[in-house]
């Protein structure tokens, strides 16, 4: 009784902590689906917009410094950081590039404003991998650890290095992926109330 009132409270208490977190975001557009986590110390800024789909995941020091839309089902690693390829000019000359042309300034608008990085549902980005504006990392892709992406990863690859580049998949066939996608759609995936560890985890059946 004791030790279930417990977990309740500190599933409470995430919860607040999460959503404390994603109040102090800041981006003029902001969507948070339900049923998300934030771990602590993140940087969420953007110079348009923010979006982050259902039961998707930002683990700790997460940082944010760019356009994105994160899907749902998404799991992102601590220290990871999606930044802007051209947040700041560098080619000007005679413009030294600490006084180049910022992407989030609002006195003179960047071409480079809304570019963003696209992160698609079910996909792992692993600890400290650093993604580029510009990029889409399609459903289903790993990331590993480490990483620099600089590029479009497909749907399904595992990419990994600096810059990453594909290194294995996920899964073995086509078959494969329309079953997981077919259970996935039919399933239940959520956080559950009796704390961090224990999820509601009830695959649809094929
Ligand atoms: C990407 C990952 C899932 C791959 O898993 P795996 O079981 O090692 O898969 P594989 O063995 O098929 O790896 C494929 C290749 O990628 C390489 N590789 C794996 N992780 C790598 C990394 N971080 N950087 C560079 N290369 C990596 C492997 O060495 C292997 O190459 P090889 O065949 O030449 O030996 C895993 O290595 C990883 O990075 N996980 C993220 C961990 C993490 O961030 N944890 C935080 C908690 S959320």
Same mark, same amino acid.
């Given at each position: 009784?004791?030790? #279930?009132?417990?977990?309740?409270?500190?599933?409470?208490?995430?919860?607040?902590?999460?959503?404390?977190?994603?109040?102090?975001?800041?981006?003029?557009?902001?969507?948070?689906?339900?049923?998300?986590?934030?771990?602590?110390?993140? $940087?969420?800024? &953007?110079?348009?917009?923010?979006?982050?789909?259902?039961?998707?995941?930002?683990?700790?020091?997460?940082?944010?410094?760019?356009?994105?839309?994160?899907?749902?089902?998404?799991?992102?690693?601590?220290?990871?950081?999606?930044?802007?390829?051209?947040?700041?000019?560098? $080619?000007?000359?005679?413009?030294?590039?600490?006084?180049?042309?910022?992407?989030?300034?609002?006195?003179?608008?960047?071409?480079?404003?809304?570019?963003?990085?696209?992160?698609?549902?079910?996909?792992?980005?692993?600890?400290?991998?650093?993604?580029?504006?510009?990029?889409?990392?399609?459903?289903? &892709?790993?990331?590993?650890?480490?990483?620099?992406?600089?590029?479009?990863? &497909?749907?399904? #690859?595992?990419?990994?290095?600096?810059?990453?580049?594909?290194? #294995?998949?996920?899964?073995?066939?086509?078959?494969?992926?329309?079953?997981?996608?077919?259970?996935?759609?039919?399933?239940?995936?959520?956080?559950?109330?009796?704390?961090?560890?224990?999820?509601?985890?009830?695959?649809?059946? $094929?």
């Amino acid at each position: 009784m004791l030790g #279930a009132l417990k977990s309740r409270l500190a599933a409470l208490v995430r919860r607040l902590a999460t959503r404390m977190r994603l109040a102090r975001c800041k981006a003029p557009q902001r969507v948070f689906g339900i049923d998300l986590h934030v771990g602590s110390r993140p $940087r969420l800024w &953007a110079p348009q917009r923010i979006e982050i789909g259902d039961h998707s995941y930002l683990g700790h020091e997460v940082c944010i410094e760019t356009n994105c839309r994160i899907g749902r089902h998404v799991l992102v690693a601590n220290r990871v950081a999606l930044v802007g390829r051209r947040d700041h000019d560098f $080619r000007t000359p005679g413009v030294p590039v600490r006084f180049g042309h910022w992407v989030g300034s609002a006195k003179s608008l960047s071409p480079h404003r809304g570019e963003g990085v696209d992160i698609e549902d079910d996909v792992w980005v692993g600890y400290g991998a650093i993604v580029l504006s510009g990029v889409r990392i399609g459903r289903g &892709a790993i990331v590993a650890a480490g990483s620099v992406v600089k590029s479009d990863v &497909a749907p399904y #690859a595992v990419v990994a290095g600096n810059p990453a580049v594909p290194v #294995a998949v996920r899964f073995r066939s086509a078959e494969e992926i329309a079953r997981h996608e077919a259970m996935v759609q039919h399933g239940t995936f959520m956080s559950s109330e009796r704390g961090f560890d224990h999820f509601i985890v009830q695959p649809g059946s $094929r």
